[in-house]
């Protein structure tokens, strides 16, 4: 009994020491792919227009709040009318990865 919860634990343990890298390679993957760089900029800090956000760095509820609001229309002011069909096609699960990506990357 002993050696197989020593055994589950190990596993558990090697994958959270994988996680956090793979999170942080899918948040970029994901920014990349789902074109967040055409308007914020490759880094996510230095947007191609000054009426785009600095996304990295922000609180992850912020930038959840933001992305979740802006797809469903709950926020339509500003820019959201380019950033809704964007949102379109990001899942929630993809949002909090995103969001958690961009505000680590500022720390």
Same mark, same amino acid.
């Given at each position: 009994?002993?050696?197989?919860?020593?055994?589950?634990? @190990?596993?558990?343990?090697?994958?959270?020491?994988?996680?956090?890298? @793979?999170?942080?390679?899918?948040?970029?993957?994901?920014?990349?792919?789902?074109?967040?760089?055409?308007?914020?900029?490759?880094?996510?800090?230095?947007?191609?227009?000054?009426?785009?956000?600095?996304?990295?760095?922000?609180?992850?509820?912020?930038?959840?709040?933001?992305?979740?609001?802006?797809?469903?229309?709950?926020?339509? $002011?500003?820019?959201?009318?380019?950033?809704?069909?964007?949102?379109? $096609?990001?899942?929630? @699960?993809?949002?909090?990865?995103?969001?958690?990506?961009?505000?680590?990357?500022?720390?």
């Amino acid at each position: 009994m002993t050696g197989k919860l020593t055994k589950m634990l @190990a596993v558990v343990g090697l994958s959270a020491a994988f996680a956090a890298p @793979a999170f942080a390679a899918d948040g970029q993957v994901l920014y990349e792919t789902k074109g967040c760089a055409a308007c914020h900029g490759a880094d996510g800090n230095t947007p191609t227009a000054p009426i785009y956000p600095k996304l990295v760095g922000q609180p992850v509820q912020y930038l959840v709040t933001q992305m979740t609001d802006i797809k469903s229309g709950a926020r339509n $002011n500003g820019m959201t009318a380019v950033m809704k069909p964007i949102m379109a $096609n990001v899942s929630e @699960a993809e949002i909090a990865v995103l969001a958690q990506w961009l505000s680590e990357k500022g720390e």
